[in-house]
């Protein structure tokens, strides 16, 4: 079997537009996705009983179900109830709370080891809740975790692949209609693996970088 | 420094064996199938009336009436392999079945890479859409929302033909297209004749009907590239079949229509 990398790197363009699109919804989602984690992460530890009672069901439902199940939900249930979303909308939304109900989870972990007496330390100098949550609590908490959500924000943008099987035009949904049209699977299946790969290298590196620089320092 | 030359080597030559049995195998399918007393056949499980799931949990339909009988005059057990649309072309070509039995149609680009048997069952792609919007021909498609199957014969002629206003918006098999367009995402579905019948049959909220042809595209078998012996074999079980009537009988059966005429 001889593998013919030519006809499938002539589509270029398309699978540049594909490439542009997964890092447009992985670029929109990570964050959107990681605020709202440590929304949920606050909120069931610090939040009224309700609250926690709401933002545990959510969690555990989008954990405990497959991605692409969410997915189809979204874009195949929702009109149903009238919401109708385009593709690429639906994308988003479900990438967001997906990556909100697993970077709850990871955010938790990092706010609930923090010595207690670093917030008696805040406190003492009349710091107000708000600053000791974002200030004294959250960074370092951030720092303790930042391996951890950094491989849940590329699970989520390698999860983006399953959003073409609702026609949003992603690079696997670029490499899928490639291949159907030219009938060479193998390789524009290695093209697109390399692509993710690399895709995802970068982003590592982009995010251990970001994250001492902006976020908890040093 | 011994050791590994001696890896190293073995791992070669092993690696060129590979590459040079590959080449060996053209042709040989049906002395593989008569000595292994069994033919695997790729059909579909989830296109009414050529091949669905029955309430028996087993497959049935005009492709897997016509897959069956295959086998039998090959005299070989049947292994009926559930395939979807995209996948295939590439289980033949990996070997994982030796016959395509579904809804397969014949174009240019398939014949690159796919011998086909004479035609066996009639079939026809068309645009549907709700009674409300008017599709007299191709410029009237303009700017609208289409849910197509990818890789298949709709797909490829609404690429070449359509306005390139039309949002073209594929989906991996006819379920999840049939859901786009049931659920309004895309205001009109390009598909074949049975699935939209069975599609509208059951969403009579929608209103859609028929709006414009895109092809007549009989169903041909599909046969791995240079398996001439048993591309014949098929082509005579075919044409007995035509000739004795049996495939019209299996045609009124399954899709309440006879054959017509078939091409050859």
């Known amino acids: ?218 | 420094m011994k050791f590994k030359f001696a890896t190293a080597l073995t791992g070669l030559l092993a690696g060129l064996a590979l590459l040079t049995s590959a080449s060996v195998q053209a042709d040989n399918s049906l002395t593989a199938i008569t000595a292994k007393k069994s033919i695997s056949l790729g059909i579909p499980t989830d296109f009414p009336p050529y091949g669905f799931i029955g309430t028996d949990f087993k497959p049935q339909g005009m492709d897997v009436a016509v897959a069956q009988l295959i086998a039998d005059k090959l005299g070989v057990k049947a292994e009926l392999t559930p395939v979807s649309t995209p996948n295939r072309i590439p289980y033949l070509q990996t070997r994982k079945i030796d016959l395509i039995v579904s809804a397969l149609g014949k174009n240019e680009e398939r014949a690159k890479v796919v011998d086909f048997t004479i035609a066996y069952a009639p079939f026809y792609q068309a645009v549907f859409g709700p009674k409300a919007l008017s599709i007299k021909n191709y410029q009237d498609l303009a700017g609208k929302t289409i849910a197509v199957t990818r890789g298949t014969i709709q797909d490829d002629i609404l690429q070449q033909v359509a306005p390139p206003t039309l949002k073209i918006q594929r989906f991996e098999d006819d379920n999840s297209t049939v859901a786009a367009f049931v659920s309004q995402q895309t205001q009109l579905l390009a598909t074949g004749a049975a699935v939209a019948g069975v599609a509208i049959q059951k969403n009579p909220q929608i209103q859609a009907e028929y709006k414009l042809l895109l092809k007549d595209s009989p169903n041909f078998i599909g046969v791995r590239k240079g398996e001439t012996a048993l591309l014949d074999k098929v082509n005579e079980i075919l044409r007995q079949a035509k000739a004795d009537g049996t495939l019209n009988a299996y045609a009124q059966r399954w899709l309440g229509r006879g054959t017509g005429v078939l091409p050859e």
């Open chain 1, 1 to 218: 079997m001889s593998l013919d990398f030519i006809v499938v790197l002539g589509q270029w363009p398309m699978l540049l537009k594909g490439l542009a699109l997964t890092c447009l919804l992985t670029a929109i989602s990570a964050p959107v996705g990681t605020c709202l984690g440590i929304a949920c992460a606050w909120s069931r530890v610090h939040g009224a009983t309700w609250l926690r009672a709401m933002v545990g069901t959510y969690v555990e439902i989008i954990r405990n179900t497959p991605f692409i199940i969410q997915l189809f939900f979204i874009f195949f249930g929702l009109p149903a109830m009238g919401i109708k979303l385009s593709a690429e909308t639906a994308s988003i939304l479900a990438m967001v709370l997906n990556l909100g109900a697993y970077a709850c989870e990871i955010v938790r972990a990092g706010i609930e080891t923090t010595h207690p007496g670093q917030i008696e330390a805040a406190q003492s100098l009349a710091l107000n809740r708000w600053q000791i949550f974002t200030r004294v609590v959250l960074p370092p908490s951030l720092a303790r975790v930042w391996p951890a959500l950094v491989s849940q924000i590329i699970i989520v943008m390698l999860g983006s692949a399953v959003c073409g099987q609702i026609s949003t035009e992603e690079i696997s949904y670029a490499a899928n209609l490639i291949a159907s049209r030219t009938f060479r699977s193998m390789e524009s299946y290695i093209i697109v693996t390399l692509a993710y790969l690399g895709l995802a290298v970068a982003l590592r590196q982009a995010l251990n970088w970001a994250g001492p620089r902006f976020i908890f320092g040093r």
